[in-house]
């Protein structure tokens, strides 16, 4: 099993719709998980740290299932800015490193 | 104002040539990676420096060198360029917890290298 899986998509969605992304990891001693969002041709950046207790940020929540070892995004009435690459990013605690997921493409269509 | 920047943006090389990129962040962060996204857009660590001392060495051929002359900054050389090495190249920084949990790494723009 890769330490870190993602549905590579692509996601084509409609304006206005509501998506979700789902992400798996390996280790189950992670405690530190992120979405990152990567622009075509731009670097990655934070999106959302994922908490326990799931969390929430305008359109956009997080939420995550230890016991199933996964992390959800859930992006709300879906705008054109939205169309990008998702990445699901967990920590290993064994190597003092985070692993970056594949990535989840989406495009949000007029 | 930039946070995390890299020079050069671009570079468009030959095989076998020696090239350098350079990474700087004023962030005031005490951890510095550099990471390869290859054209799968797969990202992946090859370095990690913590107060200037290597942590994380991933299995990255040995023409790769990183260094690190203080906090704020983390070169990478590479010799020997090979067709495989063409990549974006991305720098980041964070503020080092403890290893058990994670802060936010902030990227920087990117060097898209080319080896022909």
């Known amino acids: 099993r890769k330490e870190v899986e993602q549905d590579p998509g692509p996601f084509n969605v409609p304006e206005g719709a509501t998506v979700a992304f789902n992400c798996t990891y390996s280790?189950?001693?992670?405690?530190?998980f992120f979405w990152y969002r990567q622009d075509c041709r731009k670097e990655p950046k934070l999106l959302m740290s994922?908490?326990?207790s799931g969390n929430e940020d305008g359109r956009f929540t997080a939420q995550l299932n230890r016991a199933s070892q996964y992390i959800s995004l859930l992006i709300r009435d879906s705008k054109l800015s939205d169309s990008a690459t998702y990445l699901c990013?967990?920590?290993?605690?064994?190597?003092?490193?985070?692993?970056f997921g594949p990535g989840t493409s989406l495009s949000v269509i007029p | 104002d930039t946070a995390v920047s890299q020079t050069p943006k671009y570079l468009v090389t030959q095989m076998g040539n020696d090239k350098s990129i350079k990474c700087e962040q004023n962030?005031?962060?005490?951890?510095m990676y550099w990471y390869k996204q290859d054209s799968k857009k797969f990202l992946k660590i090859m370095f990690s420096?913590?107060?200037?001392?290597?942590?994380i060495n991933e299995t990255v051929p040995n023409r790769f060198s990183p260094k690190s002359p203080d906090k704020a900054h983390l070169n990478l050389h590479i010799n020997s360029l090979e067709l495989g090495d063409s990549a974006v190249y991305f720098c980041?920084?964070?503020?080092?917890?403890?290893?058990?949990?994670?802060?936010?790494?902030?990227f920087g723009p990117g060097t898209r290298l080319t080896v022909l």
């Open positions: 962030l005031g962060h005490d951890t």
């Open positions: 980041a920084s964070s503020q080092w917890s403890g290893g058990s949990s994670y802060n936010e790494q902030f």
């Open positions: 420096y913590n107060n200037k001392e290597l942590i």
């Open positions: 990013v967990v920590n290993m605690p064994s190597y003092d490193k985070v692993i």
């Open positions: 994922v908490y326990s």
């Open positions: 280790n189950s001693a992670s405690q530190s």
